[in-house]
């Protein structure tokens, strides 16, 4: 799935919805250009904003990657196949994100794998209304909760679940060049 084809979504789900673009704005809470950019393919958003614009049209996350050929009922996949969700902040962040069971449409979970480099610049802390599981396959992190202050270090074969509504962001641990995590999330119906 590429993110020309999620901008269309958007557009066509607003469209049918008989929403302007300031009115999916305004309930998204991000401005009109920014909301421009994304239908046009101008930016990359983030999926913290691609969850904001579902939830503003009353969609979950999944549908917005939803195509017009059916869902098969099950996919076998390989961890190296997941199709990468490019965005701006890739490098900037240091984050490689790999959408696992893009191929299923109106699922309930989203797995994705998700790679760390080194980065200069530290990601702000984000949330998000699911649940989310977070496996710890390769290298060392630092994942802060809330705050800077309620941080853990995580080695590989560590895990995580929480409410993702919590403030919460992941860097590298010091020293660590890599590292490589599964992250799986719910839907909400």
Known sequence: ??????????????????MTVEQLAAKSGFSKGFISQVENFRVTPSLNSLNKIADALGLRIADLFQTDSPSPEYSFGRIDEGEELLRD???RYGIRYFALAYRQIGRLM???????????????????????FFLLLEGEIEYRLMDEHTCR????????????????RVSLAKDCLFAKALIVYSQTP
Do not use: C, W
């Open 89 to 91: 902040d890739n490098l």
């Open 110 to 132: 989203n797995p994705f794998i998700v790679e760390y480099t080194p980065s200069s610049e530290e990601r702000s802390f984000m949330m998000h209304d699911t649940e989310e």
């Open 1 to 18: 799935m590429d993110l020309l084809h999620i901008s269309q979504n958007i557009r066509s789900v607003r469209l049918s919805q008989g």
């Open 153 to 168: 270090l995580m080695h590989a074969g560590d895990t995580l679940y929480m409410k993702a509504n919590l403030p919460h």
